[in-house]
T-cell receptor, first 113, second 116 residues
Framework: DAGVTQSPTHLIKTRGQQVTLRCSPKSGHDTVSWYQQALGQGPQFIFQYYEEEERQRGNFPDRFSGHQFPNYSSELNVNALLLGDSALYLC????????????FGPGTRLTVT | AQSVTQPDIHITVSEGASLELRCNYSYGATPYLFWYVQSPGQGLQLLLKYFSGDTLVQGIKGFEAEFKRSQSSFNLRKPSVHWSDAAEYFCAVGFAGGGGADGLTFGKGTHLIIQP
């Protein structure tokens, strides 16, 4: 049973560029949440997708957007990258109606130079 | 808005000694509560969870946590730590909305160091 997978593992971008991160949820899960974890901090909730719609959003600007596909996989897009966007981006999956626990992937390390 | 406080940034414990990591939350409703562990460069692994019922919950790797509503706390304990327990520990709270799990609010984490 595959867990949550994310790609790529690492990414280096330049200020002003755009980036797309990808996530495949755990088998049987239909909900995907994205988190940003800056160095030395706890993860911060970006947004959550269910049934291909954004259902909940944290305190992040519109530069952060996402998408969920019919197979439940998800993408996180960040436009106009800033140095402060450098962080570990974590994807978590859960099952709506199947419990409240979220299972996390290994993350994508984004470095903005 | 909800918040989670982990008052200890670093904790050093001798191998074989007992451990308690503190977590306090501020939340308008009865939350559901989690402890996660993160090893360097890795994602988060769920240790245990509290939704309702018995306030003492058992998790993986010999960890347990106790929910105390009167103190708004959810402290993590282990009777005897092993060197492999060295990691970053995060307390998280959430709320069940619309039939599913809402986005979680995390504390800043406690870095656990194990002395031989």
């Amino acid at each position: 049973d595959a867990g949550v997978t994310q790609s790529p593992t690492h990414l280096i971008k330049t200020r002003g560029q755009q980036v797309t991160l990808r996530c495949s949820p755990k088998s049987g899960h239909d909900t995907v949440s994205w988190y940003q974890q800056a160095l030395g901090q706890g993860p911060q909730f970006i947004f959550q997708y269910y049934e291909e719609e954004e259902r909940q959003r944290g305190n992040f600007p519109d530069r952060f957007s996402g998408h969920q596909f019919p197979n439940y996989s998800s993408e996180l897009n960040v436009n106009a990258l800033l140095l402060g966007d450098s962080a570990l981006y974590l994807c978590a999956s859960s099952s709506r109606g199947g419990g409240y626990e979220q299972y996390f992937g290994p993350g994508t390390r984004l470095t903005v130079t | 808005a909800q918040s989670v406080t982990q008052p200890d940034i670093h904790i050093t414990v001798s191998e074989g000694a007992s451990l308690e990591l503190r977590c306090n939350y501020s939340y308008g409703a009865t939350p559901y509560l989690f402890w996660y562990v993160q090893s360097p460069g890795q994602g988060l692994q769920l240790l245990l969870k509290y939704f309702s019922g018995d306030t003492l919950v058992q998790g993986i790797k010999g960890f347990e946590a106790e929910f105390k509503r009167s103190q708004s706390s959810f402290n993590l304990r282990k009777p005897s730590v092993h060197w492999s327990d060295a990691a970053e520990y995060f307390c998280a709270v959430g709320f069940a909305g619309g039939g599913g799990a809402d986005g979680l609010t995390f504390g800043k984490g406690t870095h656990l160091i194990i002395q031989p």
